[in-house]
């Protein structure tokens, strides 16, 4: 008997959680180890589709590196990157939208539809919803690499209010109708900005911010947009989880009430941070 009052009181603590939240719209940024371990992926799928059904409004940004890499192992050719972006030639451009908004997009889409809630997989290019200009970071040319100008939000709000999860994989266009790879993280930040969601939510290898990086239980569970900057300036914050922490800066700015880093290999790792009163990951407030 006592396992099933367990159980009860988990959801009586979810409560008022799901009050509070009924209704809001969260964009969740999908990448990292919860792409590739189908076990986790799963166990997000059912964190995604409870959401939905709990009230939420779950918009998907997903990421595909891991993906992008072995198949470009495939056919044998050779990856390059720069400060961290990817130099996208023609060729590279190819492979990228073939993987992004086919192999990836597609699958997760019928992944989410078997956990019984309406989904639609769409890139950036439909409903010329991620309109872009070539980015020269630092005046590199890395080829069709895009940085956004513009969302429209009118082909995701049609799909939100028809009950559909859109599942969007980070492709972009120029003015000339030419296509650019666009970096999931600020695709994310774009897409909830451009929405006025009230959470987003990245999904990553690491745990959170950590006060100490070699030591995994040093994670902090909540910080301001002050605090976090000044662990940036101290250099609390290093390494790669810096422009994680840019980004969460970045959606806090474009007027996201709340941002998440949370690590995406744990299993049911959404339904932890968002529905318990202690979380697991960062949160990020103004």
Known sequence: MQQYIDKAKILIEA??????????????????????????KNSVMQDIALMKFVGFNPVIVHGGGPDINNMLERLDIESHFINGLRVTDDETMEVVEMVLAGK????????????????????GVDGRMLEVEKLTP???????VGDIVKVNTELIKSLLDNDFIPVVSPIGFDKDGQTYNVNADYAAVAVASALSAEKLVFLTDVPGVLKDVNDPSSIVSMLNAEEAQEMLDTGTISGGMVPKVECCLAGLNAGVQQVHILDGGVEHCLVLEIFTKDGIGTLFEK
């Open 104 to 123: 990836i997009n597609k699958a997760m889409t019928m992944e989410l539809s078997q956990q019984g809630v309406k989904t639609v997989g769409i890139s």
């Open 138 to 144: 630092n005046g590199n040319d890395i080829g069709r």
């Open 15 to 40: 409560l008022p959680y799901i009050k509070r939240f009924n209704g809001i719209t969260v964009v969740i940024k999908y990448g990292g180890s919860a792409l590739i371990d189908e076990e986790i």
